[in-house]
């Protein structure tokens, strides 16, 4: 692939990594790119160990193995790091983000010498804070969004919208949490990502 965005997804059986990769792969596909979203099979049992992944591109994707050298990484539960070499193939370049409540730089030790971007965000809170309870996939949607950016905010929080009126068409609040939810995780990763830019700069 010449050009584009490759994403490997970690998380545990039943926390929506799986379905948060194909929900990015359908919000970029509406904003005219070229995108893969798949899990990689295993044993899908609540809890375990589950891999997903995306790739998003402005040209046409020929492509079809899975994703060994991602520039994004997106761990959805944070034990996995004590399991799971979730930085294997990530570029230097490229970026790790973690659902966790610890700071990037608590964290990085456990990352096997990664020195690329490392990001944190609490999905956990954000979710029990705007939904009521642990989904954390609606927020690592947005840090990844946020992160990566793959797309505008604007053009991402209008396509979610639409998404979630399809989905939960019955339940006004399910979406207002949600859209909360995206919004205030925006806010955290763009100011985090503004400020990694500066030290680097």
Known sequence: MKSGL???????????????????ADVAFK?????????????E?????????NRISREQIRVHSNIYTP???????????HSVNVTAGLKQD????????KTSEEIRPLLNGYQGSVYTVDARKISEDTLGKNFPNSP???????????????????????S?????AKKPEVIEGNM??????????????????????
């Open 31 to 43: 904003t005219g790119q070229y995108v893969q979203g798949f899990p990689e099979y295993g044993p």
């Open 140 to 162: 690592m949607l947005a840090a990844a969004v946020a992160v990566s950016g793959v797309m505008e905010r604007e053009e991402f929080i209008s396509e979610m919208r639409a």
């Open 45 to 53: 049992r609540m809890g375990a160990p589950i891999t997903a992944y």
């Open 164 to 168: 979630y009126q399809h989905k939960f």
């Open 94 to 101: 490229g970026a790790i983000i973690i659902n966790t409540p």
């Open 6 to 24: 490759e994403i490997r997804w970690h998380g545990r059986g039943g926390q929506g990594a799986k379905t948060a990769a194909l929900l990015l």
């Open 180 to 201: 909360k939810a995206l919004t205030v995780t925006f806010d955290v990763l763009e100011d985090a990502v503004a400020q990694s830019m500066q030290r680097s700069a």
């Open 71 to 81: 520039d994004l990484v997106v761990v959805v539960d944070e034990t996995l790091l």
